[in-house]
């Protein structure tokens, strides 16, 4: 369904060109999820907003390679098609949910407006739209969407980003990095509601996220991003008991483990990955 | 909401007053009463006849507080003056004598036509452009729009006022370079040239906070959020970014409100138009205390309503903000 083939993505121009994304290489099948870790700044989340061209140009320049979404490119979509393709077919979740969500609209404003961008054909709006709230686990659904983001608290902020991104029933969703901001109940809740959504709807999904120890139950395949390319890439559980690239087993030898008796946290020592 | 305003109105008591007491001081330390009546009726008035002026005004009085023994202590000019006012009764001129409430009367309307058509066709017209310039951002259009703007805002106003003057009225002899009557809509040929000449002063300025402004919402998080559901970047401008630009937009905006009503000082003095800006000019030089205490008291007054409606303005732009 998807398919991204040698893609390269730089900023800024001249001297100052930064080649952030180098050279990569991945695939998602329908309803597959691929999770793609790697610390900060390794071009992780550019990768995910590249996906719909979301990257503001300039200072973002696609230097090479092709992204393929159901066998078009997405590098020479039109303005319209790139439209239709955002939300539509291809929706995010993002990091801050507090930050996400327009401030000054309700829950309600804020679904409904993805609803008649990509289903106009929706005549009962309000319904629609407590049906997604009631999807993500937002009781009392009917009354919470007339509440403005700052009335949620940071778990339900979230549990809306999600039911706004499955509002126009994509085929790939993009969480880049859904459950950092919150804290480690919220996080384990959140993830358990988007591994339950994945089975009720048949959707793909490139989670993406510096967290090993969040992708063991929800991911097929993981593909280990460091310095902008893709160094390890395999099933999750392969990757994850048997990793091959020392970069990727410095990142799990990082997880703490529960009764774990050590002193003092695990760290990569960067000298010796070249 | 209502216990929030009858709170916010309440406060004005204490500001009027201490804003009353510091225009009351810093006049009557420049020159005393005396003084001012010598000034007003000329060197050669007689001692009786200032006398006399000082009595009909009630400058005779003691100035803050009466200590004469047997007369009460609160007989004195600037309390006599605060009871006055507190019953909005704004006297009369010390000079003419005519009712001041129907001098305000009088000078607000040429002033409003000038102001508020000046501030409403502003305002369209830096919020449109400011808009435009977001949207066409980083373009050379949008460098050399910033160009401009600077480039309007170093022109000190005096300039304007010169060259328009100059230019549309003397040269082309478009409009009447001086005067003003209340006539139907050929007033308008008299206020044309000024309120060109306010806009343009202050556009340069305006459109590059509002540009400004603007350019800091479309950073933000939920402008990615808007822009990956799928909404054109015409509506991420018109909706998300105006409606959140819109909370610091008010600040600026409604506080400037009243200022409107008191014309704009120096445009009315250059183009002779008989606003209120020319009434304040007018006694600060005569000397008229009368008219600067009652000019600073309805000033002081719609500066503090300003400030009130900003707020309940902002309540009702951003929802994250409540009065209580």
């Not at chain 1, 121009?13 to 991945?26: E, L, N, T, Y």
């Not at chain 1, 609209?105 to 929706?122: C, D, G, K, Y």
């Not at chain 2, 949008?142 to 022109?155: E, Q, R, T, Y």
Request: hydrophobic letters at 50%; a positive charge.
């Amino acid at each position: 369904m998807l398919s991204v083939r040698s893609l390269s993505i730089d900023f800024g121009a001249g001297a100052a060109r930064v080649h952030a994304v180098k050279d990569i290489s991945f695939s998602i099948g329908a309803g597959e999820t691929l999770a793609l870790v790697g610390e900060s700044g390794s071009g992780k989340s550019v990768t995910g907003l590249a996906l719909t061209r979301l990257l503001q140009e300039p200072p973002a320049v696609y230097s090479g390679g092709e992204i393929l979404f159901e066998d078009r490119d997405v590098l020479k979509m039109s303005p319209a098609e790139l439209r239709r393709l955002r939300g539509g077919k291809i929706a995010y979740v993002f990091q801050e949910p507090s930050t996400s969500l327009n401030p000054v609209f309700t829950v309600r404003s804020q679904i409904a407006e993805a609803l008649s961008l990509h289903r106009p054909e929706v005549s009962d709006v309000d319904a629609e739209v407590a049906r997604c709230l009631d999807l993500v686990g937002i009781v009392d659904p009917s009354k919470r969407m007339h509440d403005y983001p700052h009335q949620l608290s940071g778990g339900m902020q979230q549990r809306v980003m999600i039911a706004m991104a499955l509002a126009c029933h994509p085929q790939l969703l993009v969480a880049d990095e859904p459950t950092t901001a919150l804290d480690v109940t919220v996080q384990a809740q959140i993830l358990d509601q988007m591994r339950l959504i994945k089975q009720q709807i048949k959707m793909a999904m490139l989670l993406i996220t510096h967290n090993f120890g969040i992708i063991g139950g929800i991911a097929d395949r993981v593909a280990v991003m460091f310095r902008g390319s893709i160094v390890e890439h395999g099933s999750t559980a392969e990757v994850l008991h048997n990793p091959q690239h020392p970069y990727t087993k410095a990142l799990i030898g990082c997880i703490p483990q529960l009764g774990q008796r050590r002193r003092r946290l695990t760290t990569i020592d960067y000298s010796t990955l070249g | 909401m209502f216990s929030y305003l009858l709170r916010r109105i309440l406060f004005f008591v204490p500001i009027v007053a201490g804003v009353m007491l510091l225009t009351f001081a810093l006049f009557f330390m420049v020159q005393s009463p005396k003084a001012m009546a010598h000034r007003v009726l000329g060197p050669k008035a007689t001692p009786k006849a200032v006398e006399l002026w000082l009595h009909n005004r009630g400058y005779d009085k003691p100035l803050l507080i009466n200590r004469i023994p047997e007369q009460p202590w609160y007989d004195s000019l600037f309390i006599s003056q605060m009871r006055r006012l507190a019953t909005f009764d704004l006297g009369s001129s010390d000079v003419t004598g005519r009712p001041l409430a129907e001098v305000f009367r009088q000078g607000a309307l040429p002033s409003l036509l000038l102001t508020v058509p000046a501030f409403l066709a502003g305002l369209v017209m830096s919020v449109g452009l400011a808009l435009y310039l977001v949207f066409i951002r980083n373009a050379a259009a949008d460098f050399i729009a910033s160009l401009l703007c600077v480039a309007l805002m170093s022109v000190p106003v005096m300039v304007y006022v010169i060259f328009g003057q100059y230019l549309v009225a003397q040269v082309f002899n478009y409009f009447p370079a001086f005067g003003f009557q209340l006539n139907g809509w050929s007033t308008a040929k008299f206020l044309l040239l000024p309120i060109a000449l306010m806009i343009v002063s202050g556009l340069g300025a305006d459109v590059r906070l509002f540009r400004a402004l603007f350019l800091e919402e479309l950073g933000q998080d939920y402008i990615r959020t808007a822009r990956a559901k799928g909404v054109s970047s015409a509506v991420v401008l018109m909706g998300h970014v105006f409606k959140n630009g819109l909370i610091n937009l008010i600040t600026l905006v409604v506080a400037s409100l009243p200022f409107l009503i008191m014309g704009s000082l120096l445009l009315e003095n250059f183009f002779g138009i008989p606003g209120l800006g020319n009434v304040l000019f007018t006694a600060i030089q005569l000397p008229d205390f009368a008219v600067v205490q009652a000019s600073v008291f309805l000033g002081s007054l719609l500066y503090l309503g300003g400030l009130l409606l900003t707020d309940v303005c902002y309540a009702w732009a951003d929802p994250r903000i409540r009065l209580h």
